[in-house]
């Protein structure tokens, strides 16, 4: 029988200037952008994984703008996501109000059906880095997502981010998309608001 690749939804969010297409752009070029430009509406890419059991599966690589004015698209390019990726800046004093609003945001429009991976990126500027490593550990086990630390910068943790992803639980039989998730428990610290203004 042909094992054909499995396609996997993936959608960056996260504050502008959060780094998000900065980690793409290393990670699909093995490079540093050297121009920055802020993301207009959406970016897509796709990578081939062949997992350890030798099936394959195909990311499927949203990147989304962070900036207010792009963020009524939003729903529509997470509609069908069994990924997405929160990513955030480790020297953002405010990091943890941000990332409950994604979290609310993904929840509000996905459900608990969507696994949430957390990202702290620029990990290179340790030396103003907020918050602490015990919040980060206290907002990830709120959450219940998995965390990694990266620095699209010096390249550190990229190409891992996207190995763990695509080695996540996803289902085993070929279903619609929008039935291949996985639903995971949040926290009641992380209610659906309908005072989110993401």
């Not at 394959?56 to 698209?73: K, N, S, V």
């Not at 969507?114 to 490593?133: C, E, M, Q, Y």
């Not at 990694?148 to 943790?157: H, K």
């Amino acid at each position: 029988m042909e094992n054909r690749s499995r396609n996997v939804k993936v959608i960056l969010v996260g504050e502008s200037n959060a780094g998000k297409s900065a980690i793409l752009h290393r990670f699909q070029h093995g490079e540093f952008p050297e121009e920055k430009r802020a993301t207009i509406g959406i970016d897509f890419h796709t990578k081939p994984f062949t997992l350890s059991d030798d099936k394959r599966i195909t990311l499927q690589i949203w990147d989304t703008a962070g900036q207010e004015r792009f963020r009524q698209l939003m729903p529509t390019y997470l509609r069908d996501a069994q990924v997405a990726i929160i990513v955030f800046d480790l020297n953002d004093p405010d990091a943890h109000s941000h990332v409950t609003k994604w979290v609310n945001f993904v929840d509000m429009t996905r459900g608990n059906s969507t696994h949430i991976v957390l990202v702290g990126n620029k990990a290179d500027l340790k030396g103003v880095r907020r918050p602490s490593n015990a919040a980060l550990r206290k907002l990830t086990t709120e959450v219940g997502a998995m965390f990694i630390e990266t620095s699209a910068l010096t390249g550190d943790n990229v190409d891992e981010l996207f190995r763990q992803v695509a080695h996540l639980p996803f289902p085993s039989t070929e279903k619609s998309i929008s039935d291949s998730t996985i639903r995971l428990e949040r926290s009641h610290l992380f209610m659906r608001s309908k005072e989110c203004s993401c």
